[in-house]
């Protein structure tokens, strides 16, 4: 009898162990930022020449892209400024406030863009331009300039689509954007200064398809790089 008891009991611990769920430990060691949630799933995945795979925060599906090649789209007004102003856009404004040319290739990394709106002011600007329709604050050597340009069109519908926030913390920037349409949410943390200058830098480029809301908002601010 005592033997058929304890029999029974070792069939019974085999049947539940059977049906219980077993917690795999997760290794959250390797995911390149930081993120606040409760619960926290990661799978990596295999990536060519970056490190890639998708986190569950809190129910919430994302996928990440760490490396030198990760997208900053959509880009914002004040990114295709940047872009352009590093290109070409650096020589017009040093040549208005008198800086050698030779120069000007050391000095263009001192520039800050602080904000750009798609209007013209009613204020002085550092050129004239009758044609642009977008104003750049600039600030070189503690001094704000005003900067005229022609906003790039399909660059102002981003702001249309989605709901963008650019923020700077030193060497690099945060943008968060959540749409406004049927389409794709996420963030992108990228170095500041000369694009041609960072291609090689890790830029962090974080997408998701779930719907806008307040948690997700709160999900994607909270990222860190590490």
Same mark, same amino acid.
């Given at each position: 009898?005592?033997?058929?008891?304890?029999?029974?009991?070792?069939?019974?611990?085999?049947?539940?162990?059977?049906?219980?769920?077993?917690?795999?430990?997760?290794?959250?060691?390797?995911?390149?930022?930081?993120?606040?949630? =409760?619960?926290?799933?990661?799978?990596?995945?295999?990536?060519? =020449?970056?490190?890639?795979?998708?986190?569950?925060?809190?129910?919430?599906?994302?996928?990440?892209?760490?490396?030198?090649?990760?997208?900053?789209?959509?880009?914002?007004?004040?990114?295709?400024?940047?872009?352009?102003?590093?290109?070409?856009?650096?020589?017009?404004?040093?040549?208005?406030?008198?800086?050698?040319?030779?120069?000007?290739?050391?000095?263009?990394?001192?520039?800050?863009?602080?904000?750009?709106?798609?209007?013209?002011?009613?204020?002085?600007?550092?050129?004239?331009?009758?044609?642009?329709?977008?104003?750049?604050?600039?600030?070189?050597?503690?001094?704000?300039?005003?900067?005229?340009?022609?906003?790039?069109?399909?660059?102002?519908?981003?702001?249309?689509?989605?709901?963008?926030?650019?923020?700077?913390?030193? =060497?690099?920037?945060?943008?968060?954007?959540?749409?406004?349409?049927?389409?794709?949410?996420?963030?992108?943390?990228?170095?500041?200064?000369?694009?041609?200058?960072?291609?090689?830098?890790?830029?962090?480029?974080?997408?998701?398809?779930?719907?806008?809301?307040?948690?997700?908002?709160?999900?994607?601010?909270?990222?860190?790089?590490?």
């Amino acid at each position: 009898m005592r033997n058929k008891i304890i029999l029974l009991s070792v069939v019974l611990i085999i049947i539940t162990s059977c049906n219980r769920k077993v917690k795999i430990p997760q290794d959250l060691s390797g995911i390149p930022f930081t993120i606040n949630c =409760d619960r926290l799933s990661h799978q990596p995945l295999q990536g060519l =020449d970056s490190q890639v795979g998708t986190i569950i925060c809190d129910g919430i599906s994302l996928s990440y892209d760490y490396g030198n090649y990760s997208s900053n789209r959509p880009l914002s007004m004040i990114e295709s400024f940047a872009q352009s102003f590093y290109a070409y856009h650096y020589s017009r404004f040093f040549d208005a406030i008198y800086i050698e040319e030779k120069l000007r290739e050391t000095f263009k990394d001192s520039v800050t863009i602080s904000k750009v709106e798609r209007k013209m002011l009613n204020e002085k600007y550092i050129v004239n331009c009758d044609q642009c329709n977008a104003t750049a604050h600039l600030i070189f050597n503690d001094i704000s300039f005003l900067y005229p340009f022609t906003v790039n069109e399909r660059i102002a519908k981003n702001q249309m689509m989605f709901d963008i926030k650019y923020v700077e913390k030193g =060497d690099s920037y945060k943008k968060t954007y959540l749409t406004r349409h049927d389409s794709i949410s996420g963030l992108y943390i990228g170095p500041l200064g000369d694009p041609r200058k960072n291609r090689r830098s890790q830029k962090l480029s974080i997408l998701t398809q779930e719907l806008p809301s307040n948690k997700l908002k709160e999900i994607l601010e909270s990222i860190e790089l590490k």
